[in-house]
C-alpha cells in the first residue's frame, strides 16, 4: 500500500500551496524518498510491521500519529513505543488489561501508523488520511502544541477524536480531544512557588519559538509576579536549534536565581551540555524544565543535568506496584537501556482510556463512533503507573499528580514534591482568566463549553 500513500502526497502537488496548506514538489521528493527508506508514511493492512498478534476478525482500527523522526523525534518515539505496548496488552491480555480477554469484547486492536515526521503540515494532511481513507475510529498522537493546533481543525470538521498525551499550555478545551497529559495547574501552579522559595525571586526564561513554550512561560511569568518574583530575561530559539551560547551569555549577565526551560526535543541536551560548559552550577543556578524529561537525559548525559529540576506527573521513580510493573514490562518489550518517562506514561495510560471506553460501548451492545467513544471516555479512570487518575467528565482534561524531580548522578529523578492525590485539571490558566473554566453538557452538542464562574477555582483531588 505504500504507493497509495505516495500517490496521496502526490495529490497535494496539483495546486500550488503555500507552507500552511501542503506541501511542495522539493519537500514531496524528499518525503517519499523517505517513505521508500524508512516507511514514514506507513499504514498497512495489518496496522504495522509491530503488530504481534492475530488480529481475528473485525479488528477496530484505531491510528497511532507519532514523529519518529526529525527533530522532535528523541521524544516522540518514546511514545510511540508506550502506545505499541499496552495496544500488545489489550490484543494479547495481559499487563492491566489482564482478566478482560484478548482485545476489547473480543476484537483486537489494528494499529494505524503515521510518521509525520516532525513536520506541523504533515500532522494535518495525516490525520485527514487517517480519518478519511483509513476509516481509524480515532487516533491517539500529537507531542507539540504546534502538531496539535495543526491537527485540531481537521477533528472538528470532521467530529473524530483525538487522546493527546502530553503537558500543555492550556486555555483550549474542544469536545474532539481527551487531554491526558498536564494542563498549567497540574505542572506551572506548583513548581513556580518552588522555584520561589528554594531558588530565588528572579527567574530567566527560555523556550523553543512556538505556543507551547511562549504560552506557558506567560503563565508562568504571571504566576511568578503574582508572589513577589520577577523575570529577568525571556528569550526564545528555533525549535531544533543547538546552539545557545548566545543565549547563555545573556543569562550570566541577568543573574538570575534560577532558569526556567521550555525547550524541547533536540534542543534539550545541547543547551544542558552548553550550560555547564560555560561553567554554570546547578547548585549556583538550577534549571526548572516542564518538557525534559528521562529520554532527554539518557540522551545528553545525566552528568549534564544532575542537580537540576523538572516539573511532571511521573518519573520512573514513581513507587507505586504499577509503575514497577509498566517499568518492567517497557524494558522487557523495548530492551533493559531504555527508560520511561512521563510523556509516554500518558500515551499508555490513554491508551487504556480509549480500550476501556471501547468496552463499555460494545458489551452494551452499541457501535464503535466518535458520539459514542466520546460519551463512554467521560469519567473513565485508571490505575496507571503514576497512582489512580481519571478523566474529568466536564473538560475532557486528565486528573493527575503534579510532581517535582531533582535529577541524580544516575539520570533517575529524586522526587522533592508530590501531591497526595491526582489533581483536577483547570483548562484555563486561572492567573490570567480568573474564573474562566469549561464544561461541556451530558451528551456533548459540541457548543461552546467557555464557562465564567467569576471565582476562584479551588483546587480539587482525586478521592
Not at 483550549?172 to 528554594?198: M, R, W
Not at 534549571?287 to 537540576?308: D, F, K
Not at 523495548?334 to 506514561?345: D, I, L, S
Amino acid at each position: 500500500m505504500l504507493y497509495l500513500h505516495l500517490f496521496w502526497l502526490a495529490k497535494t502537488m496539483t495546486k500550488p500551496q503555500s507552507s500552511s496548506e501542503g506541501i511542495s514538489r522539493r519537500k514531496f521528493i524528499q518525503y517519499s524518498s523517505l517513505a521508500v527508506g524508512s516507511g514514514i508514511v506507513a499504514a498497512c493492512s495489518s496496522g504495522s510491521s509491530t503488530q504481534s498478534v492475530d488480529l481475528g476478525e473485525n479488528p477496530i482500527k484505531v491510528g497511532v500519529m507519532y514523529s519518529t523522526t526529525g527533530t522532535i523525534a528523541i521524544v516522540e518515539k518514546s511514545l510511540q513505543d508506550a502506545t505499541f505496548l499496552a495496544i500488545e496488552q489489550i490484543n494479547s491480555g495481559t499487563g492491566p488489561w489482564e482478566g478482560n480477554g484478548e482485545g476489547i469484547a473480543g476484537r483486537k486492536i489494528q494499529k494505524v501508523v503515521v510518521n509525520p515526521d516532525s513536520n506541523w503540515d504533515l500532522y494535518n494532511q495525516m490525520s485527514k488520511r487517517l480519518i478519511d481513507e483509513d476509516k481509524v475510529v480515532c487516533v491517539l498522537g500529537c507531542y507539540t502544541s504546534a502538531s496539535r493546533k495543526s491537527v485540531l481543525p481537521v477533528f472538528e470538521d470532521k467530529d473524530a477524536i483525538l487522546y493527546y498525551p502530553v503537558y500543555y499550555e492550556g486555555n483550549e478545551c474542544s469536545s474532539n480531544v481527551f487531554y491526558t497529559g498536564a494542563a498549567p495547574n497540574q505542572q506551572i501552579t506548583d513548581s513556580i512557588p518552588y522555584c520561589h522559595k528554594n531558588f530565588g525571586p528572579k527567574g530567566f526564561f527560555i523556550g523553543s519559538d512556538y505556543i507551547y513554550p511562549k504560552e506557558s512561560n506567560r503563565i508562568a511569568k504571571a504566576e511568578l509576579e503574582k508572589i513577589g518574583g520577577k523575570v529577568v530575561g525571556d528569550e526564545y530559539a528555533a525549535l531544533g536549534t543547538t546552539e545557545f551560547i548566545t543565549i547563555i551569555n545573556k543569562i550570566k549577565a541577568a543573574k538570575p536565581d534560577f532558569v526556567l526551560s521550555n525547550l524541547v526535543g533536540d534542543s534539550i541536551p545541547a543547551f544542558y551540555r552548553q550550560f555547564k560548559d560555560a561553567g554554570i552550577t546547578a547548585d549556583k543556578m538550577p534549571i526548572m524544565a516542564y518538557p525534559t524529561t528521562e529520554e532527554e537525559i539518557q540522551a545528553m548525559g545525566p552528568e549534564y543535568s544532575s542537580g537540576h529540576y523538572t516539573s511532571f506527573n511521573y518519573f520512573q521513580t514513581v513507587d507505586t506496584p504499577e509503575n514497577k510493573l509498566f517499568v518492567e514490562q517497557f524494558k522487557e518489550m523495548f530492551g533493559g537501556n531504555r527508560v520511561t518517562n512521563g510523556v509516554m506514561e500518558a500515551a499508555y495510560l490513554q491508551t487504556f482510556f480509549m480500550a476501556q471506553a471501547m468496552k463499555k460501548i460494545l458489551d452494551e451492545g452499541g457501535e464503535l463512533n466518535t458520539g459514542t467513544i466520546r460519551e463512554a471516555t467521560r469519567g473513565q479512570e485508571f490505575n496507571a503507573p503514576q497512582g489512580k487518575v481519571k478523566i474529568d467528565p466536564e473538560n475532557y482534561h486528565t486528573y493527575l499528580y503534579s510532581r517535582i524531580g531533582k535529577w541524580k548522578e544516575d539520570g533517575q529523578a529524586e522526587i522533592v514534591f508530590s501531591t497526595d492525590a491526582a489533581v483536577k485539571p483547570i483548562a484555563w490558566s486561572q492567573t490570567l482568566y480568573k474564573g474562566r473554566t469549561c464544561v461541556h453538557p451530558t451528551p456533548d452538542t459540541r457548543v461552546d463549553p467557555t464557562v465564567e464562574t467569576g471565582k476562584d477555582l479551588e483546587p480539587k483531588y482525586l478521592s
